[in-house]
């Protein structure tokens, strides 16, 4: 039996994303390489919302795992501004790490009305929509990747985080229903995830694989100057 640890995952989402980024900005649109190369980067951010949910659920200090999203969400924009619109700044797309902010925001919200308010049915279930609908506001409000859908993803990832036929269900719906394209082929994330043994895996430095993002979209940019 395949056995995929945290450590899989995040090689595997980051690989994927590296290839997607790189087709982005060197390959010519519509292109077959393009094509495929985009086509397999679609696994990268499912994976990367479902280590974001897996994150939440054993991190000890949830107010420290907000702020270094925070901070590498502002650290990001210089170079995903340069990247993909080659100039700085750009305020009509921002990168995803705010849209892993507001996910991750989301759900501790929600957890914290499920502790406080559970015996309290409606009113738990009504706060909890106005969360996740403020969540999907301040995502289109601030034109962060992925926009609402992203957070969507990341609420339905938690809310069935010990059934994963239920959250391949929420990745359908999400990447193919409210999505479609390229992006339903995200739903093959779901082979890895499916496949998640629970274990962290080898130790190694988070805030390496926090940076990978910024840099490598640095490094591509700077790359795809050279050879203009």
């Known amino acids: ?64 795992y907000l702020l270094r999203l925070g901070v590498f969400a502002f650290l990001s924009e210089i170079p995903f501004d340069l990247a993909f619109y080659n100039r700085f700044p750009n305020f009509y797309h921002q990168n995803i790490y705010f849209t892993l902010f507001i996910g991750l925001l989301v759900i501790y919200l929600i957890h914290v009305i499920d502790t406080k308010m559970k015996s309290r049915i409606f009113l738990c279930s009504l706060s909890e929509i106005v969360v996740v609908g403020l969540g999907g506001i301040a ?16 609420v339905g990832l938690y809310i069935f985080r010990k059934n994963k036929v239920l959250q391949g269900l929420v990745m359908i719906f999400v990447n193919v229903l409210l999505i479609g394209d390229l992006q339903s082929y995200a739903i093959l994330a779901m082979i890895f995830i499916w496949f998640y043994d629970g274990e962290r895996g080898p130790k190694f430095n988070k805030y390496v694989f926090y940076a990978f993002y910024p840099v490598h979209l640095l490094v591509l940019y700077l790359i795809n100057v050279s050879i203009i």
């Open 139 to 154: 995502a289109l409000v601030l034109a962060v990747d992925y926009n609402f859908v992203g957070v969507l993803l990341i």
């Open 1 to 64: 039996m395949l056995n995929v640890n945290g450590f899989v995952l995040k090689l595997i989402a980051m690989l994927t994303m590296l290839l997607d980024h790189s087709a982005a900005i060197f390959l010519e649109y519509g292109s077959t390489e393009y094509i495929i190369c985009r086509t397999i980067g679609r696994l990268s951010f499912p994976i990367f919302c479902f280590l974001l949910v897996e994150g939440f659920i054993h991190t000890h200090n949830v107010r420290k």
